[in-house]
T-cell receptor
Framework: GAVVSQHPSWVICKSGTSVKIECRSL??????MFWYRQFPKQSLMLMAT?????????EQGVEKDKFLINHASLTLSTLTVTSAHPEDSSFYIC?????????????FGPGTRLTVL | DAKTTQPTSMDCAEGRAANLPCNHS???????VYWYRQIHSQGPQYIIH???NNETNEMASLIITEDRKSSTLILPHATLRDTAVYYC?????????????????FGQGTILTVHP
């Protein structure tokens, strides 16, 4: 199997604080992980591509200084929402790419619901 | 990236086959068609993918037209638990290490409601 976990599953924080979300591939190594954001009744929007051992690649319009990504190991990527504000409230979902030879599939985590008060 | 067009919503009776269409008329020759679904407040779940040939797995069947401009996802015996948003995605081939490698671009998908 290919299991991806996220922690926490939900978090409530005060405006101005920072929140860290972890994404782990539990039974495979992932050199690449992806971070998505999903607002209510909308589709998933890719925020950034996280590469182990190098800087993340951000999509157009995503502030890299606000959404800090660290891919410290082959099984862990973290997303830190710095100085969170109510408009950052969203469902954050990560995915991890499993590669074996020419096989290349993405497996998604269960998501983290962030509410900023 | 090739764009996809899906109906906004569909209904299906429990136990019947659910046929979800997807148009991808600008698909390139080496782009795959992927299907994911997302049950409310969960992460997307992989269903199936294909390039040219029809594919079948334990979850669904994927029928791709000969010109590859459209495809249909078939859930042979829909259950209430199949109620979800279904996303049809065309994945760019990219080059390993390139910026587009492996990226999935989600559209609005089809809201499938399976009713008793």
């Amino acid at each position: 199997g290919a299991v991806v976990s996220q922690h926490p599953s939900w978090v409530i924080c005060k405006s101005g604080t920072s929140v860290k979300i972890e994404c782990r591939s539990l039974d495979f190594q992932a050199t690449t992980m992806f971070w998505y954001r999903q607002f209510p009744k909308q589709s998933l929007m890719l925020m950034a591509t996280s590469n182990e051992g190098s800087k993340a690649t951000y999509e157009q319009g995503v502030e890299k200084d606000k959404f800090l990504i660290n891919h410290a190991s082959l099984t862990l990527s973290t997303l830190t929402v710095t100085s969170a504000h109510p408009e950052d409230s969203s469902f954050y979902i990560c995915s991890a790419r499993k590669t074996s030879g020419s096989y290349n599939e993405q497996f998604f985590g269960p998501g983290t619901r962030l509410t900023v008060l | 990236d090739a764009k996809t067009t899906q109906p906004t919503s569909m209904d299906c009776a429990e136990g019947r086959a659910a046929n979800l269409p997807c148009n991808h008329s600008t698909i390139s020759g080496n782009e795959y068609v992927y299907w994911y679904r997302q049950i409310h407040s969960q992460g997307p779940q992989y269903i199936i993918h294909g390039l040219k040939n029809n594919e079948t797995n334990e979850m669904a069947s994927l029928i791709i037209t000969e010109d590859r401009k459209s495809s249909t996802l078939i859930l042979p015996h829909a259950t209430l638990r199949d109620t979800a948003v279904y996303y049809c995605i065309v994945r760019p081939p990219g080059v390993a290490g390139g910026t587009s490698y492996g990226k999935l671009t989600f559209g609005q998908g089809t809201i499938l409601t399976v009713h008793p």
